[in-house]
């Protein structure tokens, strides 16, 4: 038989699906009442304890430093707007010794400098 131009009969992962058993091929054709489902549903909640596969964390992880992931961000950010206020400041002074316009009138061209 060909399918798709693959033989049926060849070693492929395809042709193994597709000579599979319509139940196991289809996933579950015969509802949550079957036996197969629930022996499925059994063997997972005997690997899990019956509690699901995710138990939420009760507490954000506290790192090495003692900082949570949370606690990084927030730094990291106001890290990067100081950097970027100092550069925008310096670039604007650069721009006024240039063109000899005064810093108070060019700021409000650099947006973290027109507060």
């Given at each position: ?8 009969f ?14 196991e ?23 899990t ?15 090495a ?51």
């Open positions: 038989m060909n399918f798709f131009g693959k033989s049926l060849s070693k492929t992962p395809f042709a193994k699906i597709m000579n599979r058993e319509i139940g091929r289809l996933g579950n054709p015969l509802g949550e009442g079957s036996g197969a489902f629930l022996a499925r549903k059994a063997a997972l909640a005997a690997m304890g019956g509690r699901g596969f995710r138990v939420p964390a009760r507490q954000p992880r506290v790192y430093d003692g900082l949570t992931r949370g606690q990084r961000k927030r730094m990291r950010r106001d890290i990067c707007i100081v950097k970027e206020v100092r550069r925008q400041k310096a670039a604007c002074e650069a721009m006024s010794k240039i063109s000899g316009i005064p810093y108070d009138a060019l700021k409000f061209q650099f947006g973290s400098l027109a507060r």
